[in-house]
């Protein structure tokens, strides 16, 4: 007898995130779509209209937020604004429902530095304690377990990836990390469905933003302290590019002792070579964007600067995908006992 599909409701879904979900979940063997749900108050809108690269693929509409809608899901992906999930949540997961919150809601221990960075005022407290990051190379038991999943940010997710094995073993001075990475366009969000403006103020140009108060910084530092076991402050520089997808990091640091390329490429396979998303690249070999862009692979390298005895750990990830709706989709999948690879199993898109 087939076993019954997982019934999953998206909120938010003609957003970035929420469309790139939609194309996800669709094609997932475990999974059914049962709501698509947007958080304007104006009349249901055909998917289409939102993605039209979804044309044809379901009858469902984009309809207004019901609560009523929600009663008999499984699980519902939140592809919300900040500030909006806290209100949400508590409501769902009374109905038994399994969140997992692409906003920042409930990425942070502490309501206070949510509070600073964020500027808003927690309402959901009490929730953030159980609330579990959800990086599944660093959290997976955790995850497995979980009722409620923070999806992290993608320039964490692309940081975390690159430095995480050096982090645990304390091989870099903690004092010393400087992350640089370089984002596509889509990594702002879509607040409306035209956003046609955005390439002639990009097109052509590369720019630095948020430059010592970006808002992924505190996130960072909680995961890498976490993974380090002591308090860390960190430099972290984001760029814009003009392409529509991908991040690029190249993470800094100084070793704690004398190591070459080939020892510190031998610590990461330790950590890596069994982690389905994550391929860590040859020695000599560099990340490129384009071969991650559509997938949820993270191609990570490393290289030591022997002359300085800094370590330069590099990751390529697609922001909509590994840094966002696919590890959200490898989350769920923990969540219900699948394989993580499920509905997710496939390579970029190419040239």
């Given at each position: 007898m087939e076993s019954r599909k997982l019934k999953v409701a998206i909120i938010g879904a003609t957003g970035y995130t929420g469309g790139e979900l939609v194309r996800l979940l669709l094609q997932h063997p475990n999974a059914e779509i049962a709501a698509l749900l947007r958080l304007s108050?104006?009349?249901?809108?055909?998917?289409?209209?939102?993605?039209?690269?979804?044309?044809?693929?379901?009858?469902?509409?984009?309809?207004?937020?019901?609560?009523?809608?929600?009663?008999?899901?499984?699980?519902?992906?939140?592809?919300?604004?900040?500030?909006?999930?806290?209100?949400?949540?508590?409501?769902?997961?009374?109905?038994g429902v399994k969140v997992i919150d692409l906003s920042a809601d409930f990425r942070f221990r502490n309501h206070e530095t949510y509070e600073r960075w964020y500027r808003k005022s927690h309402s959901a407290k009490d929730l953030l304690a159980e609330a579990v990051y959800g990086l599944p190379e660093i959290r997976r038991?955790?995850?497995?377990?979980?009722?409620?999943?923070?999806?992290?940010?993608?320039?964490?997710?692309?940081?975390?990836?690159?430095?995480?094995?050096?982090?645990?073993?304390?091989?870099?001075?903690?004092?010393?990390?400087?992350?640089?990475?370089?984002?596509?366009?889509?990594?702002?969000?879509?607040?409306?469905?035209?956003?046609?403006?955005l390439f002639t103020e990009l097109d052509e140009d590369f720019r630095a933003?948020?430059?010592?108060?970006?808002?992924?910084?505190?996130?960072?530092?909680?995961?890498?302290?976490?993974?380090?076991?002591?308090?860390?402050?960190l430099t972290f520089t984001p760029h814009l590019v003009p392409m529509v997808r991908g991040i690029f990091t190249t993470a800094y640091a100084r070793l704690t002792e004398p190591l070459s390329t080939e020892d510190v490429h031998k610590v990461y396979e330790l950590d890596y070579a069994r982690e389905p998303f994550v391929r860590l690249l040859e020695i000599g070999e560099l990340p490129r964007v384009k071969a991650v862009v559509g997938s949820n692979f993270c191609d990570v390298s490393v290289v030591v600067d022997e002359r300085t005895q800094r370590v330069i750990a590099l990751s390529a990830i697609d922001n909509l995908v590994k840094g966002a709706s696919g590890n959200a989709v490898q989350c769920f999948n923990l969540m219900f006992n699948l394989d993580e690879r499920t509905g997710l199993w496939c390579g970029g898109i190419a040239p």
């Open positions: 108050s104006e009349d249901a809108l055909p998917l289409h209209k939102a993605h039209p690269h979804l044309r044809g693929l379901t009858k469902l509409e984009c309809v207004p937020y019901d609560d009523s809608l929600l009663d008999g899901v499984d699980a519902a992906f939140l592809a919300v604004p900040n500030g909006v999930a806290m209100e949400l949540a508590p409501k769902l997961l009374e109905k038991e955790q995850i497995r377990n979980a009722r409620l999943v923070a999806n992290p940010g993608c320039y964490p997710v692309s940081a975390l990836l690159a430095l995480a094995p050096l982090l645990r073993r304390k091989l870099v001075h903690l004092d010393s990390i400087v992350i640089d990475s370089k984002s596509g366009v889509s990594g702002a969000g879509r607040s409306r469905l035209e956003v046609g403006y933003y948020g430059v010592a108060n970006h808002r992924h910084t505190p996130e960072m530092e909680q995961e890498f302290s976490e993974l380090a076991g002591e308090s860390i402050r």
